[in-house]
């Protein structure tokens, strides 16, 4: 079966880099059309997409957050790497990552999830 | 980016209740609009895509219906363990959006 599991600090400075991993198991990153994204979910608030890296390496940012992300995959490890520059007390949140089987971007696996407290 | 407005934000309903969800787009979005289905603590559900087509593992009470710009998402008869926060997101144009969720209340 298919499972995602972020990995990742709990806490970072602001200006801080943070750098967050998606170990996946049950499919392939370099099967067609299968993707992997990175969501977040500020506390009490809705759900915000980040990025996604598709099998090709086709990768897709938040025009809002693009100059601070950057998304990569190491398909033998079967992880997807997410990095995100100069961090900032707005930026705490749950961060998931989650599988599509399709182009068309629906997100039918999640990991639990990654608590990110940005704090001094 | 298109802007997808959920309403109601939140409702209050009983067991056995039929409950309506609806979900707007900016623009049209065709029928790449998807339902998720998120409690308390926990990563959110799939249930429905492509707007009417059910998730695998989910439940005949919840169906999916619209097209272009206005979608919904309805429960036939609430059960307990459907209490719970949902969105809408599409993905027929980047970036993908989600609305604002609606938190479906005892």
């Known amino acids: 079966q298919i ?18 991993t998606c170990t996946f198991s049950g499919f392939s990153l370099s099967t067609s059309g299968v993707g992997v994204g990175w969501i977040r979910q500020p506390p ?4 915000e997409w980040l990025a996604l890296i598709y099998w090709d390496a086709d990768k897709r940012y938040s025009p809002s957050l693009k100059s601070r992300l950057t998304i990569t995959k190491d398909t033998s490890k079967n992880q997807v790497v997410l990095t995100m520059t100069n ?12 599988h599509t089987p399709s182009i068309a971007i629906r997100l039918d696996y999640w990991g639990q999830g ?7 | 980016d298109i802007q997808m407005t959920q309403s109601p934000s939140s409702l209050s309903a009983s067991v056995g209740d039929r409950v309506t969800i609806s979900c707007r787009a900016s623009q049209s979005v065709s029928t790449y609009l998807n339902w998720y289905q998120q409690k308390p603590g926990k990563a959110p559900k799939l249930l429905i895509y492509g707007a009417s087509s059910l998730q695998s593992g989910v439940p005949s009470r919840f169906t999916g219906s619209g097209s272009g710009t206005d979608f919904t ?7 307990p363990e459907d209490f719970a926060t949902y969105y809408c997101q599409q993905s027929s144009i980047p970036p ?11």
């Open chain 2, 73 to 79: 998402l309805a429960i036939s008869s609430l059960q």
């Open chain 1, 3 to 20: 499972t995602l599991k972020e990995s990742g600090p709990t806490l970072v400075k602001p200006t801080q880099t943070l750098t967050l």
């Open chain 2, 96 to 106: 993908p959006t989600f609305g604002g969720g609606t938190k479906v209340e005892i």
């Open chain 1, 114 to 120: 990654n608590l990110v407290t940005v704090s001094s």
């Open chain 1, 44 to 47: 009490g608030k809705a759900l």
């Open chain 1, 87 to 98: 961090m900032d007390p707005v930026d705490t949140a749950t961060y998931y990552c989650a």
